[in-house]
């Protein structure tokens, strides 16, 4: 049986990560930073991209931008006053090959990330992927003791600067939104608050919830590129079913692989059982920039 009856994606995903784990790989990692951004190789924060630019090739048909979301992250903090230490050669968190039992890649990529992260000596990475920070915040330390810095989700990071009067959304949104609690971010790591009180702080936006939200929200449907089936297809249809049953114009998420899956199931009208279903599914991050009047291309 080839791989492609087996993996979701012909496995492409899986395969891209286990070639990330060789030491002698070189990429180009930073072509999709806008012009006019700053970052720097030496400092006390870090953004820690995963695999977003490889997603936006991998899901061209779903007109999915996962580098979009890493741009807006990183105009974002720079609107901060913050320049951002990016990884020149950042490579995969290991997350998937983690799930799907291949631990000496999984081993191989987080010995290599924490030798790049440990040698420009930052005291916080932030990060846009809860898988990404689920690894790396709970699975590396298990496998390799104490981290020598403190891994955040942006929405924590973000709210840290709101609630100190730091930051503030000025631009007005007058939309109806809800939102997806992402399994690594919200029953993984227990964050279901700072998502929800970032965007309630941008003017205009109001937050409905669906039905089932925070620990009993309804999964995307798969997860780790595992598997992609009927069972995954019918997680996805009972949420979108939610989702129009909130009224609400956008669907917010914070989890690249939950927009990915539900702009899967969007695309193919989820097997005739979404007629009418007419909603656009975007990133928290891309959220948070336009409430920052943020020019992300």
Request: hydrophobic share 40%.
């Given at each position: 049986?080839?791989?492609?009856h ?10 891209i990560?286990?070639?990330m784990?060789s ?9 999709w ?11 006390d924060?870090m ?15 779903l ?8 741009q ?18 950042e490579r995969?968190?290991g997350?998937?090959l ?12 987080a ?9 420009t ?7 846009t992927?809860p ?14 003791g ?25 631009t007005k ?16 790591l227990?964050?279901?608050d ?15 919830e669906?039905?089932r939200?925070?620990?009993n929200?309804?999964?995307?449907g798969v ?13 996805q ?7 129009k ?10 989890c ?6 539900l702009?899967c ?15 656009e ?14 020019n992300?291309r």
């Open positions: 049986m080839g791989v492609e087996i993996l979701p994606h012909s496995g492409i995903p899986l395969m990560s286990r070639m784990a030491p002698r790989i070189r990429q180009n990692r930073l072509e930073l806008p012009k006019e951004a700053q970052i720097s190789k030496r400092g924060i953004y820690f991209v995963g695999c977003l630019p490889y997603y936006d090739v991998l899901f061209e048909d007109d999915f931008k996962g580098t979009k979301i890493a807006s992250a990183v105009m974002l903090l720079n609107k901060m006053g913050i320049r951002p230490v990016l990884l020149e050669n995969c968190c997350h998937d983690l799930w799907n039992g291949d631990f000496d890649s999984f081993e191989g990529l010995r290599l990330n924490l030798k790049d992260i440990e040698e000596q930052v005291t916080r990475v932030v990060f992927c898988e990404c920070y689920s690894a790396i915040k709970k699975d590396y330390p298990e496998f390799f104490n981290l020598g810095f403190e891994p955040l989700h942006i929405s924590e990071f973000l709210l840290e600067f709101i609630e100190k009067g730091k930051l503030r959304f000025d949104i007058p939309k109806k939104v809800t939102y997806q609690d992402p399994c690594s971010l919200g029953r993984y227990e964050i279901y700072a998502p929800r009180k970032l965007i309630t702080s941008v003017p205009g936006t109001e937050l409905v669906m039905e939200s925070r620990e929200a309804e999964c995307c997860s780790a590129w595992i598997n992609c089936n009927q069972y995954s297809n019918e997680e249809i009972k949420r979108l079913e939610e989702v049953r909130t009224g609400a114009d956008q669907l917010i998420t914070a690249p692989k939950c927009q990915i899956h702009k199931a969007t695309s193919r009208k989820a097997l005739n059982k979404l007629d009418g279903m007419n909603i599914i975007r990133d928290l991050t891309e959220l948070m920039a336009q409430a920052m009047n943020l992300v």
